[in-house]
């Protein structure tokens, strides 16, 4: 049975898999990592930390968001049973640079701990057209995790510079058609970095895995038929 490593957005908890592992296959082994919820660990760290969670046997690795650049660095280790890794509404440098500049001299601890607006989430995450269900899952990811990691995390993403090195790992990325927080340039920055890597566009906002789950589900249930095959 093929494993599938699961690597959280920005919340790092794990609780947004639920649409999509409420959907992909049984013959699919899910392995969830979540990241710390009170203390902050940099981008180096909850590498090392993914690395000894990592299993023994072949694996494919999702990275979510915020995680896209540990996944990376992952990939570019190349542990023996990585087979490929699928990059999902993610990024690998700082992707709204002006933006994430500005929250510098913004209380981010203050706001992180303030409920978002419903009219917040659906716009830059869960679309409009967003159930109460999925909404309330996304605020328990999100109480779930200390106002200053939050901000930390943030932070780290506006320190994100320039990738050096090119990966040659199988890569897939998954595109969201309506992402209000990824640009296209990020996906450039992994077309060119990214020497095996296929791009799905799907339909949703930025939190694909949670809006369109099902086209998701497909492409990674693909993606587990394909090496399965070639390791047979």
């Given at each position: 049975?093929?494993?599938?490593?699961?690597?959280?957005?920005?919340?790092?908890?794990?609780?947004?898999?639920?649409?999509?592992?409420?959907?992909?296959?049984?013959?699919?082994?899910?392995?969830?990592?979540?990241?710390p919820t009170v203390y902050k660990v940099s981008y180096r760290g909850l590498v090392e930390f993914v690395m000894k969670q990592l299993p023994n046997e072949d694996f494919i690795l999702v990275a979510e968001s915020f995680s896209g650049p540990i996944a990376y660095e992952i990939a570019l280790r190349k542990p023996k049973t990585i087979k490929s890794v699928i990059f999902t509404a993610s990024f690998l440098e700082n992707p709204r640079r002006q933006v994430l500049n500005l929250t510098r001299f913004l209380p981010m601890k203050l706001i992180f701990a303030l409920?978002?607006?419903?009219?917040?989430?659906?716009?830059?995450?869960?679309?409009?057209?967003?159930?109460?269900?999925?909404?309330?899952?996304?605020?328990?990811?999100?109480?779930?995790?200390?106002?200053?990691?939050?901000?930390?995390?943030?932070?780290?993403?506006?320190?994100?510079?320039?990738?050096q090195k090119s990966c040659d790992v199988n890569a897939i990325y998954?595109?969201?058609?309506?992402?209000?927080?990824?640009?296209?340039?990020s996906v450039e920055i992994f077309k060119k970095m990214c020497k095996n890597l296929n791009i799905f566009r799907v339909q949703g906002t930025h939190c694909i895995l949670q809006t369109n789950p099902l086209a998701c589900a497909e492409i990674i249930t693909d993606e587990v038929g394909l090496i399965t095959n070639q390791s047979s």
């Open positions: 049975m093929m494993k599938v490593v699961l690597l959280p957005g920005l919340d790092g908890t794990g609780i947004l898999f639920k649409p999509l592992t409420d959907i992909l296959s049984k013959d699919i082994d899910i392995k969830v990592i979540s990241y409920p978002m607006p419903n009219f917040v989430v659906k716009y830059f995450f869960l679309g409009s057209s967003a159930d109460e269900q999925l909404i309330n899952l996304f605020r328990q990811s999100v109480r779930k995790v200390s106002p200053s990691v939050l901000s930390y995390r943030l932070k780290a993403i506006g320190k994100l510079s320039v990738i998954i595109q969201a058609s309506n992402d209000k927080l990824v640009p296209d340039s």
